[in-house]
Each structure stands twice: as structure tokens, then as C-alpha cells.
């Protein structure tokens, strides 16, 4: 008998993935956390039944919410990360010399998650060990509300905007992230996909709240097969620094990090967008 992990992009349409076998399960105080291996995509984190990370294309969602930030200010070196429970963004992160890169916080509402992606998603999680990582298992929300002018980058890598991550998609929540972030700060977020029409909806709301915080607020987009529709979106919102005009692209070619769909000439273009998510940001202004 075939096993199958299926999720609904909307209620009548279903992505599914073949699984080889089951390697975790478990019923955190937050949400149920499985892995599951398959053939094709390798081991696969889910939360509440919604894919998270896939072996096969995380490095194009992990890649884009970090390098993107340190291209445009390369003195980036306090660090929040919210949420990243997996590790790919602390592993993206570390591969920036202590001299530039000195610390980060990472907070995480849920242990369980961060032990699971030890075990069973070493590819993701093995940097988490690094000196300069600060863990924090807390409520996100709260800890920001306590930081003023401490953070050069604060990076939201949360799971979608219902559920445990639901608080860190208000503007509350906007507004205590742009507290806490030095003059030059920069505030990267997952941005959900474009595409289906409630996905659509939660994008123009997350946007319109980043623009009513922060002065500089664009977004930018990357292609990663698993997700819905395989169109996913970041934002870029800053007190100061455009994603264009501040690109140091020259000084982050010299520092030779190696990655697998981040350059700097995509860096340029990730941030033209198709009509249809340019209306759909523009619509409720």
C-alpha cells in the first residue's frame, strides 16, 4: 500500500508526496510535528499537517530570507531571528565570518521542533550549534517587546499567519520589531504566495501592515517547488536602506559565500514582480 502526505493549497486543490516512511511524530504543547521521508525530496518537516521544509528545496527559501539583507548592508552584525525552528537560517547566517556576523538570537516558541530537525534534518540544523547562536524558547511577540535599538537585521521565519505564528503578523508586532532595530536596521519576512486567492488575501494584509511601520517596504519573490503554487514572496521593509540602491554587490562577491540560488544579478531581479502581485500590493493603497 502506497503513503501518500497530502496538503490542501485550497479546498480543491491538493499537493501530495509520495512518502517512503514515517521517521517522527509527535504532539508538542504547540502543534503535532511529523517528518517523513520520500524518495524524491528527501526528509520533510511538517507542522499541523502544512509542509514546512523539504530536503530538496530549502536552500532556495533559506537562502533568499537571509543573503538578500546581507548584500544590501554587509556591517550587519546583531541578529534576530524569530521563529527557524529547522536551522536553515541560523546555517545561512553562520556562513558569514564571526568578524561580520558576531551574534544571534534565535527564538523559537517551540523546543520540540528545534530537537526534531537536530535528529532527522541535519542538512538544516547543524549550524544551530555555533558559538554566536543564542537560543531563546519563548513567545517571539513578547521578546521584541522588550529590545529597543539593538538589532542590525531582525528576520521573521515564521510558519504561516494562523496557528502558533499568527501573533507575528500584526502590526503590533510590526511596530515592536521597528523599536528594536538599530538606525540602519533591516526586516526581512516570509511573505506567503501571491497566488490562491486566500493566500492572496493574507499577502495585501501583511503588506499593507509592514507599510503603515516602516518607511522603505518592497517585496521580492523566489520559486520553490513545494510550496503553493510554487510563487512565494519575502518582504524587505527598512528604516533607510533600499534592496536596490544600497546593494553592496561587489563587497558580497568578495566575501566568496557559497550558495546554491542567491547571486547578486538575481538579486536585482527578484525584486521585479509579475502585474498580478504588483495590483495585488497596490490595490488598498
Not at 508586532?173 to 488575501?201: R, T, W
Amino acid at each position: 500500500m502506497d503513503l501518500w502526505f497530502s496538503e490542501y493549497h485550497t479546498k480543491s486543490v491538493k499537493y501530495s508526496i509520495k512518502v517512503d516512511k514515517q521517521l517522527f511524530s509527535k504532539k508538542s504543547d504547540f502543534q503535532r510535528i511529523d517528518i517523513f521521508y520520500s524518495k524524491d525530496l528527501g526528509n520533510i518537516l511538517t507542522l499541523d499537517g502544512y509542509l514546512m521544509v523539504t530536503e530538496k528545496d530549502e536552500f532556495v527559501y533559506h537562502e533568499m530570507i537571509t543573503h538578500v539583507a546581507l548584500a544590501v548592508n554587509p556591517d550587519i552584525k546583531n541578529i534576530l531571528v524569530i521563529g527557524a525552528g529547522d536551522g536553515g537560517t541560523i546555517r545561512e547566517l553562520t556562513k558569514y565570518s564571526i568578524d561580520s556576523v558576531e551574534n544571534i538570537d534565535m527564538v523559537e516558541i517551540d523546543e520540540e521542533v528545534v530537537k526534531a530537525c537536530l535528529e532527522y534534518l541535519p542538512q538544516t540544523s547543524h549550524r544551530l550549534i555555533d558559538s554566536r547562536v543564542k537560543m531563546f524558547y519563548e513567545d517571539g511577540l513578547k521578546f521584541v517587546r522588550k529590545k529597543k535599538n539593538e538589532y542590525d537585521l531582525i528576520i521573521i521565519d515564521s510558519t504561516d499567519p494562523f496557528g502558533p505564528g499568527e501573533g507575528l503578523f500584526t502590526k503590533e508586532f510590526y511596530g515592536n520589531c521597528y523599536n528594536a532595530l538599530k538606525e540602519n536596521g533591516i526586516l526581512i519576512n516570509q511573505h506567503e504566495s501571491p497566488f490562491y486567492d486566500n493566500d492572496a488575501k493574507a499577502v495585501a494584509k501583511i503588506n499593507k501592515r509592514l507599510r503603515h511601520v516602516f518607511p522603505v517596504c518592497l517585496v521580492y519573490q523566489a520559486h520553490i517547488p513545494s510550496y503553493p503554487s510554487g510563487h512565494w514572496l519575502f518582504g524587505f521593509a527598512s528604516k533607510n536602506l533600499h534592496p536596490l540602491n544600497d546593494l553592496n554587490a561587489e563587497i558580497w562577491n568578495n566575501l566568496n559565500i557559497k550558495t546554491k540560488y542567491y547571486n547578486t544579478d538575481l538579486h536585482w531581479g527578484c525584486f521585479a514582480l509579475p502585474n498580478y502581485v504588483k495590483e495585488l500590493l497596490t490595490d488598498d493603497e
